[in-house]
């Protein structure tokens, strides 16, 4: 298989697994307006939360626990250097947070109040993070509590009717992160049990109504593993491109739980608890459809927007009287950086880095990649600057190697009409043909897979930059040129009629790619069939690359650009460095005074 065949099966499968991650970006089912009304029926909360264990002892309480009521709704706010956590006292934990040093949008507006909203966390469903539900986790609704606060310290309280006492404390600390406890107590004087209880570590959902369901999902850690559940999952795609009947419902298939979040593309809520939990649960959550105002706004809003919701699951226990048992819980809400997450991770001894996706063989680059560009912010340059700067600096790196395959590549079309004549000198005897080329290829030192090399090897540093720009971030909001954010694709504007964004920086990749395959030899043997699909495969990755972030295809027509200059400058070598008329081996003819010494057997006498 010759080089441009090596190309075009790689390409074909970047292309495949890129098409599918990319295709509902492009083509989104037409949503259905959601029309906002005033006035809403607020959802009924049951005071009643029913026993589910087993039957109690003789001592114990045979009664459903009842949930105080007459306790007036309140909230507080406790607010950070860069954060705000919102306590509710329904349920008693927190129903939201908002980061203070990240808006919500972050391209260049014409109405500059839009960018002054600050990203949200944990607000799109209605219950917060630390609730603690007892029974059915999809029935149950929070219990009322009384907050109280002393310092940056937040209490919140509650009883049941049957002397079931939950107590929570909050306290922050530094690098978004707070810790929590929970402490049920049972304060009769008989025994009591206790149904099984969830413990809710918070949700995720879009930041902007443009976010896809592609980025969002959980992930967990057991042992020394990591398991990552995404969209693809609940909406059960087979393959990974085709949805059969959705699920709503993950529950986790190893335990014990060392570690639980729930993200976005670029925002985490993770929770390390002090004892590993028993179980995890996951759930799916319709969000309203965007409204008309919303659409009018942003054209590409997700048309179904999608919430998950995580939950450590306790089992069932029996409380004495006057016993109690305890949660203790480090609650990360906040963005995913790097630096941020590896410092936690190393404070807690988990690997919650991992929630920024740089897992597996490509992973290693990922990360290798992303320290590389902040340092290289660290020393002033922007990070569209710094993207450009580590493209030159990898092109350097593989230059004698892609110079070689280059070269090889010169000579082997060179040489092209010796092996056009050997392979119909052997055409009827397919095996002694090849053979003869290969003696032929390497007596002109030259190699049939010498161009596949440099790009073999440079598969994974695509993919590590692929999987840096998706989660990086810091990305987020950077600008370079004409480019707002880097994190998002360069949409300059709206095309009029066809109501598809103009993106500038796919078409220049598309257009240096082009020039690229204009410029390179076509390969001995290639069919014309195959060197159309090479001459064409440019355009085909500008429609899959279209709706990527901006930083991709930024980083893709650099790497063209320096392809061609490379390529232009081997072109202008000495005519030394490839075959010459005088040097190249001559095909012999038959009755010619070479042509026993090269294709007669050996011993045979020359015919006069």
């Not at 980061?99 to 909203?117: A, I």
């Not at 290829?441 to 840096?468: A, D, H, T, W």
Request: charge should be negative; hydrophobic fraction near 35%; aromatic fraction near 10%.
């Amino acid at each position: 298989m010759d080089r441009k065949s090596v190309a075009i099966l790689i390409f074909s499968i970047l292309g495949m697994v890129i098409w599918y991650k990319s295709i509902n970006q492009m083509y989104p089912p037409k949503p259905t307006p959601q029309t906002v009304t005033e006035n809403q029926e607020a959802p009924s909360v049951n005071p009643t939360l029913m026993e589910t264990a087993g039957s109690p002892g003789e001592q114990e309480s045979n009664t459903p626990l009842t949930a105080p009521v007459g306790v007036e709704a309140s909230a507080r706010i406790l607010e950070m250097e860069s954060l705000d956590y919102n306590f509710t006292s329904l349920g008693g934990g927190i129903e939201s947070i908002l980061l203070r040093d990240f808006n919500v949008t972050t391209r260049r507006e014409e109405d500059d109040s839009t960018t002054e909203e600050k990203v949200q966390l944990n607000h799109h469903l209605e219950i917060p993070a630390m609730s603690v539900l007892f029974g059915s986790l999809e029935a149950a609704s929070p219990m009322p509590y009384q907050l109280s606060q002393q310092g940056d310290q937040i209490m919140a309280t509650t009883q049941t009717e049957e002397g079931l006492r939950v107590t929570k404390t909050f306290t922050p600390t530094t690098n978004y992160v707070i810790q929590a406890s929970i402490r049920i107590e049972n304060t009769s004087k008989q025994g009591m049990n206790v149904p099984e209880h969830y413990v809710v570590t918070g949700s995720t959902g879009p930041t902007t109504p443009e976010d896809k369901d592609l980025y969002m999902g959980l992930r967990y850690g057991y042992e020394d593993e990591v398991e990552e559940v995404k969209e693809g999952w609940f909406a059960n795609r087979t393959l990974g491109c085709f949805p059969g009947t959705p699920r709503t419902t993950y529950a986790s298939e190893y335990d014990p739980i060392r570690w639980a979040s729930v993200d976005n593309q670029y925002f985490a809520m993770i929770t390390i608890p002090e004892k590993p939990a028993p179980a995890l649960v996951t759930q799916q959550k319709a969000l309203p459809a965007p409204s008309v105002e919303t659409l009018q706004k942003h054209p590409n809003a997700n048309p179904n927007p999608k919430a998950y919701l995580n939950a450590f699951v306790y089992p069932a226990t029996t409380l004495g009287a006057n016993q109690n048992v305890e949660y203790h819980y480090t609650l990360f809400t906040g963005p995913k950086e790097y630096n941020t997450l590896r410092s936690l991770g190393k404070q807690t001894n988990e690997g919650v880095d991992a929630v920024m996706g740089f897992t597996g063989f490509f992973g290693v680059f990922a990360e290798g990649l992303l320290l590389a560009m902040n340092k290289l912010v660290d020393w002033g340059l922007s990070y569209g600057w710094a993207i450009v700067a580590i493209t030159v600096i990898i092109k350097i790196l593989f230059w004698p190697l892609t110079q070689a395959s280059t070269r090889s590549m010169k000579r082997m079309s060179a040489l092209q009409p010796q092996m056009k004549a050997i392979q119909d000198k052997y055409k009827e005897d397919p095996q002694k043909m090849n053979r003869k080329l290969m003696e032929f290829m390497r007596e002109n030192k030259v190699s049939p897979l010498g161009g596949c090399l440099p790009i073999l090897l440079q598969l994974p540093v695509f993919f590590g930059f692929y999987s840096m720009l998706q989660s990086a971030i810091e990305l987020r909001g950077a600008s370079f040129l004409w480019t707002s954010d880097l994190s998002q694709p360069d949409t300059l504007f709206i095309i009029p009629g066809l109501e598809i964004p103009f993106n500038l920086w796919p078409l220049l990749m598309g257009a240096a790619q082009l020039w690229q395959t204009s410029m390179t030899p076509p390969s001995p043997g290639m069919d014309p069939a195959q060197q159309k699909i090479m001459r064409y495969m440019p355009l085909m990755f500008v429609f899959i690359l279209y709706n990527f972030s901006a930083g991709l295809a930024l980083y893709w027509t650099v790497q063209n650009l320096l392809s061609i200059v490379q390529m232009k400058l081997i072109r202008n070598e000495t005519a030394g460095s490839t075959p010459t008329p005088t040097d190249q081996p001559k095909t012999p003819h038959k009755g010619s005074p070479d042509w026993g010494q090269s294709y007669r057997k050996p011993n045979k006498k020359k015919n006069p």
